[in-house]
């Protein structure tokens, strides 16, 4: 009762497509994430930076404007993606 057909003990995964690969293909797909983070790591290196420079601003009010920036740059680009997959689905498909 022995077969000769040998079964790997670990599953084999895809190796084909590369991270970066499916990096760029969920970026095609929905463009606005990368863009929300690139605007919220934006908005916290700004805050930081300005973080030197605050005058007599207290830094828990800093800290909390930064945060409310942040938070509206990702909030924004969540939205202008919604919009955006709305317009693909329904305005742009071509009607059969």
């Known amino acids: ?6 079964e790997p003990i670990l599953p084999t995964y895809e190796t084909e497509e590369s991270q970066s690969s499916k990096l760029i ?3 095609r797909e929905s463009p606005f994430v990368p863009i929300g983070i690139a605007g919220f790591l ?9 973080l030197k420079h605050r005058g007599d601003t207290k830094m828990s009010v800093h800290l909390i404007h930064m945060r409310v920036g942040a938070q509206g740059f990702v909030v924004g680009a969540m939205t202008c993606g919604v919009l955006y997959s709305m317009y693909r689905e329904y305005l742009a498909k071509p009607k059969p």
């Open 1 to 6: 009762m022995t077969s000769n057909v040998t």
């Open 25 to 27: 293909k969920k970026s």
């Open 42 to 50: 934006g908005v916290v290196a700004y805050g930081l930076y300005r």
